[in-house]
């Protein structure tokens, strides 16, 4: 199974409202990782959780709070976000955080800020 | 720092034509190349890596991609092309950071097809 699963697969929030995506894999992968896109663009990288630690933190607003409970699971807690926060949001995961580990991608949460 | 050019925003073939995309890398060190192809609405779904070792690499659909050191490429290849490769692909170079993979990707390429 190399399937990452993530819900919603849509949402559409209010500014001052506070929601959750989550995303889950079986793959006994040890690095999960959150990623932002915008249309038409790459993805870029938000989070990076090793061993279900926060490794990395690319300078992302606070009213975006990852969690990762386990690890299979990795949560994102939106609060008081803005109308330009929508986007794709994809979650990935990879066997370990080592540069040579394939990531593997969800189908992402697309994300609308009214 | 690495980056990734991809100077072609889109590329038009017609179906059954042969196709190539291209891929600039700037890295310091030996780089770790990557395409990923995404349909609309959809993750990335890696089609080819390279880490080492030979220089041609095959993927699933029936891509390929050549490491060329002397001209830092790595440009995506497929002889015959279907209307369902349809898609953005990106090229991505990763490197370690702390014990963290950081893949850094370039702006995308998007394929049209004409029947």
């Known amino acids: 199974d190399t399937e990452v699963t993530q819900t919603p697969k849509h949402l559409v929030m209010g500014m001052t409202n506070k929601k959750s995506l989550k995303c889950e894999q079986h793959m006994g992968h040890r690095a999960m990782y959150w990623y932002k896109q915008k249309a038409k663009k790459p993805p870029e990288l938000m989070f990076v959780?090793?061993?279900?630690?926060?490794?990395i933190n690319e300078s992302v607003p606070s009213r975006f709070s990852p969690e990762c409970p386990n690890s299979s699971l990795l949560n994102l807690h939106l609060h008081a976000l803005q109308p330009e926060d929508s986007a794709l949001y994809l979650c990935a995961s990879s066997q370990g955080p080592a540069d040579t580990d394939t990531q593997y991608f969800g189908p992402g949460t697309r994300l609308t800020v009214l | 720092a690495q980056s990734v050019t991809q100077p072609d925003i889109h590329i038009t073939v017609s179906e059954g034509a042969s196709l190539e995309l291209r891929c600039n890398y700037s890295?310091?060190?030996?780089?770790?190349l990557f395409w990923y192809v995404q349909s609309p609405g959809q993750g990335l779904q890696l089609l080819l890596k390279y880490f080492s070792g030979d220089t041609l690499v095959q993927g699933i659909k029936g891509f390929e991609a050549e490491f060329k050191r002397s001209q830092s490429s790595f440009n995506l290849r497929k002889p015959s092309v279907h209307w369902s490769d349809a898609a953005e692909y990106f090229c991505?170079?990763?490197?370690?950071?702390?014990?963290?993979?950081?893949?850094?990707f370039g702006r995308g390429t998007s394929l049209i097809v004409h029947p």
């Open positions: 959780y090793s061993y279900e630690k926060l490794s």
């Open positions: 890295y310091g060190a030996t780089p770790y």
């Open positions: 991505a170079v990763g490197a370690g950071s702390g014990g963290s993979y950081i893949p850094t």
